[in-house]
């Protein structure tokens, strides 16, 4: 059709002026005629002849009525508004109609040399090119498997080379957007991964292709396309309705193979909710901890050392936003609602160059779209929580909300304790409510907002309670094709308050709070089929509050006392390639520069050169004003990865990246804890640095089903902040000197094997891995061991994990969880003496002997209700044991004296096996 | 943070009760080592009492390892020197000091082996009288405390120690004294017993044994009000007769303060899951002989104030039980001894004391056989100075 429109065009550019037709006046009047009607008519009254495709106006209506009007204004009145265009060429007494594409009747600009002197034609607009641009041809909607979707500008021939689809993966239950989805050309090495929004792009050759589309939790599907030009489109996939069907670590099968990312780990909320938990609900932290290369200090908190780093050297991001505290009482439970969490990824080598401010690791938990079609929602109820979540369309297809909520109730629990914690108070909660909506097929909004609060009393007396509170919004713009943009505003914040009353003269409450402001933006590129850039910047302005002490009551004697507010801005630009030098030869290469800003107003003190940072040693102090820049820290970030394939199945990739971190929490306790503090890098506390080189093999057998990797790296880490003895940390004014610069190296090898599909799937994962600290700090006064090398807290050198799921029928199927990890290192004393009334033990050197070797066993049976697709409620069960050997594992071996006498006693955690029970209901 | 521990606490009840802590053997230390140990107090206007001892393995039954033969002196800047008089057992006791407040002292030691051992030079702190020791009665026992202030505000940092005085009451009280005849037959020897010999009320001392310190740094004023000394359980014996506490109260420096605090989170406060992680101690003495080798203690320097209380069981519920060892304690009669004669007839009759290691309680029984008995019961339930001393302190009321 569109060759004909040329042809036509070229043939009439001979000639062309108005005829005299054209002036001459008709009046029509046309109550919702057809076309033919309406042509046959002006065919008679004007004398022009009427060319047009019937097919195309088949649901043309028109009704107007005009006057002694020439035949262009009839047309003007006729077409105003539509998508319909009409073209008159006076000087053949014709009339072309047309839908959409408009025939412009003089030719383009530039066509003829102009001689000097002859007037420029006058063009209406710039002349389009229909045969390469896909100008706001609507995105194609497939659903349909064995249909033949035709994408771009239909030529009669295919041109050679390749065109670009792009376009959304979603769920066609729910209308939310399907990340990770991979997408693939059968037959090729050619593929992509959905990103958080389900959307691709994806260069391929023209003509007929079938893409293969899998996404987790979703059935498999297959997209036959005739590739003409670049084009869009979406693609629905069907829900697994037998959802225990496959455990799968990664959305993407080919990803292990084919992807440059090195050491990241996806799970989404199915795999995550088969595992066993310890109290039955699924736990999206605790999950992360079966991944190699990840461990803890131990059970009761949910702190994770990522490749050697410390526990504060994690981004946890949820939806973009920053949790300072991502558990509940203390570390027993995650803080995120499973209900409405989509998935989780694990970045611990390849950490993309968007991301930063952390060494280890990022952790992105992803809450799923509401359900733009139609209102659901699901509820849990357990022993001492419950929760429940509803989402569904505001307008249709286009605006969707979803909202989650979890409290707990256990004072009734507490009620039954002995005398002493009777009066006791604990509870928490958390909500999330997002929104999304789709301004156009352009233009994506998606607000998302959390909060959690935990509530503590112990007996009537001290008071704990904190808070996470974040909200962003995110506007996501595709220019065209090519290029996106993604920016963000939000706002995150942490504080606590710890408060007591006891002691009328000592009553006290304390504060400490975070609160950042973020504002980014990102952009990702495809510059050519070979070449995706991904770049753009980033700042976060920092307001701390240290700490602030003030009488919780009147007759109270404490003199109110605040640590100086800190602010800060840290502001970041990147730039990344993603270079595909051959097929099998892929390049990622980015930079990301880090700025920090450490500002006013503030007090510094200035310390005596060389000499330790002790209250004897402050020279003078230094007062600056609000806003004043006292300290600049800036930092190139390298993040490089390649990938090299030997074969389908198998290939090589390596890495190397660098990162800095401004924001360092304050914790002297084995654990992490909610109160512990924060501290911005300032002229006396340096940043913290890291870098890491890793180098895997990754290797996929049996069609996919099978991944194997071998990874191994080694990182080094500057200036990780540890404590000087006794080191008093909360509401300190001179944090410098309470703190050691320590030196940290890391080594390890990270085997893994995943099954993921079939009846039996799961992974196994062993790692060796080491991690040592170590003080050389010149002006640290004392040091630690001597100022050599010591395991650090969480160095576990031996692990082992297997997590399994087998399927029996489609109702039932059994998971088993299986952990094994030497035992972590402790500082226990060599020598007991009396004094001041007791017995007591001397320590030495840190970290110098170990707990016994952790073991613990893990077993559930998931039950599903019928699986009758149309039915109001949904219902499963799922029944388990944690801990189903019983095995006392240490949490710690301790000396204490109790009475004047040293015992030794091991603190066991779940010491026994826990049977667990959860029941969710899906409507 | 001993806060945290009762959070997990809550927290492992409301799991299901399924942490645990489970005592170990202890294995012994890794490497042997003999540590100088330093405890005490240079007290201005008493005496100073300084005690010595060694570091032992951690599985060693010995609890302390006293410093004998030692040389130990008190040592100002200006140079004056007060030397201490070994009083075995490794404390070593100087006559009163008289020391000036505007001074810095210092305590030199030389052991028996040579080793030369010096504390830095210590600010005298002395301190303010106690205000008051107060009683309180909760629901799950009776909590001593303290009151103290400074009007000068020179104090801030306190340590507290403490003795416990209470009395104990046998189970049964003993008129006799039975003493084996050694030349039988029976009965035996037996006398009433004097008032020097009783053994039915005793009275038994305890002293504190774990740290005490309290701080007003962050107060308007230099105020310690209701400082916890010690909590006695309802059912405690301490309540059962008469009770007393004698507070002794030290003002310290910072530095000092800082000792005690971690010493008291290294080996009382740790092993939970938000303890502090145990770490190196450094206090005020060194080795000039040997720099390297480790010094325990804090030397601390000032007078002691100190106050006594007594707390009677009138004026406690009358629904606190006190629980006794005695639960079990029954009398038994017993023979004087039994005779067990021989099948040859050449060999004589010997006598049997049935009674060995029971010890005569009441009063000689006339039992209707030959040679009679003694109403009696087991040490513990008849000589409190198992216990105890008898003789009853000067302070005694």
């Known amino acids: 059709m569109k060759k004909i429109y040329f042809t036509i065009i070229l043939f009439l550019t001979v000639k062309l002026l108005h005829a005299q037709g054209i002036s001459k006046t008709i009046s029509v009047n046309f109550q919702q005629a057809t076309v033919e009607q309406f042509a046959t008519e002006l065919e008679v009254k004007s004398d022009y002849h009427f060319y047009y495709d019937r097919t195309q106006f088949d649901s043309l209506k028109i009704t107007l009525q005009a006057n002694d009007q020439p035949l262009n204004n009839i047309l003007s009145l006729a077409f105003h508004n539509t998508v319909y265009h ?11 109609l047309t839908r959409e594409k408009e ?6 600009a530039g066509y003829f040399n102009i001689k000097p002197g002859q007037a420029q034609p006058v063009v209406s607009s710039p002349v389009i090119d229909f045969t390469t641009t896909p100008v706001k041809k609507p995105v194609i909607e497939s659903t349909l498997e064995n249909k033949l979707y ?3 500008i239909k030529t009669n021939d295919i041109k050679a080379g390749k065109a670009t689809i792009s376009g959304y993966v979603k769920s066609g239950k729910s209308g939310g957007a399907i990340a990770g989805a991979s997408i693939y050309v059968s037959n090729s090495s050619l593929g992509v991964t959905t990103d958080q929004f389900g959307y691709y792009t994806l260069a391929l050759p023209r003509g007929k292709q079938l893409l293969i589309v899998k996404g987790i939790g979703m059935k498999d599907a297959r997209r036959q396309i005739m590739l003409y030009t670049d084009g869009e489109l979406n693609i629905e996939l069907q829900d697994q309705v037998t959802s225990l069907k496959e455990v799968k670590i990664s959305a993407d099968k080919v990803a292990n193979v084919r992807s440059t990312e090195m050491a990241v780990s996806r799970l989404d909320i199915k795999s995550i909710k088969q595992v066993p938990a310890v109290f039955g609900e699924a736990d999206v932290l605790r999950i992360v901890l079966t991944l190699p290369g990840v461990q803890t200090v131990g059970e009761a908190t949910t702190g994770f050392n990522v490749r050697g780093g410390a526990a504060d050297q994690n981004l946890i991001l949820l939806d973009d936003k920053t949790i300072y505290n991502p558990a509940h009482f203390f570390g027993f439970f995650a803080a995120f609602n499973p209900d409405i969490v989509k998935g989780i990824e694990l970045y611990k080598s390849t950490i993309p160059e968007k991301f930063g401010g952390r060494l280890s690791s990022v952790l992105e938990v992803t809450n799923r779209e509401g359900n733009k079609k139609v209102f659901t929602g699901s509820a849990g109820i357990g022993l001492l929580t419950s929760r429940l979540n509803v989402e569904g369309p505001i307008v249709k297809d286009k605006t969707s909300f979803i909202f989650g909520g979890r409290t707990s109730y256990s004072d009734w629990l507490l009620k039954l304790l002995p005398q002493a914690y009777k009066h006791s108070h604990a509870s928490f ?14 233009n994506n909004i998606y607000v998302s907002t959390y909060i959690s609060s935990d509530n503590f009393r112990l007996n009537s007396d001290t008071t704990y309670s904190y808070s996470n509170r974040n ?11 090519k290029l996106y943009s993604l920016l963000t505003v939000g706002y995150d914040g942490y504080k606590y308050d710890i408060a007591s009353s006891a002691n009328p003269v000592n009553a006290y409450k304390l504060k400490f709070g975070i609160n950042q402001t973020n504002l980014k933006a990102d952009f990702t590129y495809y510059l050519n089929r070979n070449n995706t850039l991904d770049f753009g910047l980033s700042s976060i302005y920092y307001k701390l509050n240290p700490g602030s002490e003030t009488p919780n009551n009147a007759s109270s004697l404490i003199v109110p006392d605040k640590v100086a507010d800190e602010q800060a801005l840290e502001s970041a630009i990147y730039l990344g390639d993603k270079y595909d030098i051959t097929p099998d030869f892929t390049i990622s290469a980015g930079i990301r520069y880090s700025l920090f800003n450490y500002l006013g107003a503030q007090t510094i003190r200035n310390y005596a050169p060389g000499l330790p940072r002790t209250p004897l040693n402050v020279v003078d102090s230094t007062n600056y004003g609000g806003g004043k820049v006292i300290k600049t820290y800036s930092r190139p970030e ?18 190397y990246n660098t990162l800095a971190q401004y924001i360092h929490q304050l914790s002297n306790t084995t654990a992490i804890s909610p109160i512990d503090i924060y501290k911005l890098s300032d002229p006396n506390i340096k940043p913290q640095y890291g870098s890491q080189v890793s180098f895997g093999v990754f290797k996929n057998a049996k069609q996919n089903t099978i991944e194997t990797s071998v990874e191994v790296y080694y990182k080094h880490i500057d200036n990780y902040l540890d404590y000087k003895s006794g080191a008093k940390l909360i509401m300190s004014h001179a944090v410098e000197q309470e703190v050691l610069n320590t030196q940290g190296k890391a080594y390890g090898v990270e085997l893994s094997v995943r099954k993921t599909t079939g009846k039996l799937n799961g992974w196994i994962n062993y790692t060796y891995s080491r991690t040592f600290l170590k003080q050389d700090d010149a002006i640290a006064g004392q040091l630690i061991n001597g100022g050599a090398y010591y395991p650090a807290n969480y160095d576990k050198p031996h692990s082992f994990n297997f997590t399994g799921n087998y399927r029996i029928t489609h109702r039932y199927s059994v998971s088993l969880d299986v952990t094994y990890s030497t035992g972590r290192p402790i500082t226990l004393p060599i020598a007991k003496y009396y004094s001041n009334g007791a017995e007591r033990v001397f320590y030495s050197g840190r970290n110098e002997y170990r707990i016994p070797d952790y073991f613990r066993s893990d077993f559930s049976i998931n039950i599903d209700g019928n699986h009758k697709v149309h039915q109001t409620f949904h219902n499963s069960w799922t029944v388990g044991v944690y801990n189903l050997t019983g095995r006392q594992n240490a949490y710690s071996t301790f000396f204490q004296q109790q009475g004047g006498v040293i015992n030794s006693y091991q603190l066991s955690i779940f010491a026994r096996p826990i049977p667990f029970i959860n029941y969710n209901i899906r409507f | 943070m001993s806060a945290m521990k009762k959070i997990l606490y809550i927290l492992f009840v409301l799991a299901g009760a399924t942490a645990c802590k489970k005592q170990l053997n202890i294995a012994p230390s890794a490497k042997v080592t003999s540590y100088l140990v330093v405890d005490g107090n240079i007290s201005s206007g008493d005496s100073t009492t300084i005690t010595l001892r060694r570091t032992v393995n951690l599985d060693s039954n010995s609890r302390a390892n006293p410093e004998l033969g030692a040389t130990v002196a008190v040592e100002s800047a200006g140079g004056a020197s007060y030397k201490l008089n070994s009083k075995g057992g490794g404390v070593y006791v100087s006559a009163p000091l008289n020391l000036s407040s505007g001074e810095k ?5 030389t052991t028996s082996n040579g080793g030369k051992y010096a504390s830095d030079f210590v600010q005298v702190k002395n301190s303010p009288p106690i205000d008051s020791v107060r009683t309180a009665i909760k629901n799950d026992g009776l909590q001593i405390s303290v009151d103290t202030h400074d009007a000068s505000n020179n104090s801030k940092y306190y340590r507290w120690e403490y003795t416990e005085t209470y009395q104990i009451q046998s189970a049964f009280e003993s008129q006799i004294i039975v003493v084996k005849n050694d030349s039988p037959p029976p009965p035996d020897i037996q006398t009433p017993r004097t008032p020097e010999k009783k053994v039915y009320n005793c009275w038994v001392s305890d002293t504190s044994n774990s740290i005490i310190t309290g701080s007003s740094a962050k107060l308007a004023a230099d105020k310690i009000s209701d400082a916890p000394m010690a909590l006695i359980t309802a059912n405690s014996e301490k309540l059962r007769l008469r009770y007393s506490i004698l507070v002794k109260q030290y003002v310290i420096t910072a530095e000092a303060f800082n000792y005690f605090e971690l010493l008291k989170k290294n080996t009382e406060q740790i092993g939970g899951i938000f303890d502090p992680q145990p770490s190196e101690l450094t206090g005020n003495l060194h080795c000039l002989s040997n720099p390297n080798e480790p010094v325990i203690g804090f030397v601390t320097v000032g007078q002691v104030a100190q106050k006594r209380i007594f707390v009677d069981k009138a004026n406690l519920p009358g629904n606190w039980v006190p629980e006794t060892p005695y639960g079990s304690c029954q009398l038994n009669t017993l023979l004087y001894a039994r005779k067990v004669t021989s099948t040859i007839p050449t060999i004589p009759p010997i006598y049997v004391n049935e009674v060995n290691d029971l010890i005569y ?4 029984l006339a039992v209707d056989y030959a040679p009679g008995g003694y109403l009696a019961s087991t040490p513990l339930c008849v000589d409190c100075t198992l216990r105890g001393t008898n003789k009853k302190p000067s302070f005694w009321k």
């Open chain 2, 361 to 364: 309680g009441g009063f000689q």
């Open chain 2, 105 to 109: 002292y210092s305590l030199k030691i």
């Open chain 1, 150 to 152: 035709e994408i771009g």
């Open chain 1, 471 to 481: 909200a962003n919004i995110k506007w996501k713009h595709n220019f065209n094709s």
């Open chain 1, 638 to 655: 390298i993040r490089i990865s390649a990938r090299y394939n030997i074969d389908d199945n198998l290939s090589l990739k390596a890495s």
């Open chain 1, 86 to 96: 009409y073209a008159i060429v006076a000087s053949k007494m014709q009339v072309f």
């Open chain 1, 103 to 108: 025939i412009l009747t003089q030719p383009a």
């Open chain 1, 429 to 442: 909660y958390d909500l999330n409510l997002d929104l999304s909506h789709q301004v156009n097929k352009d």
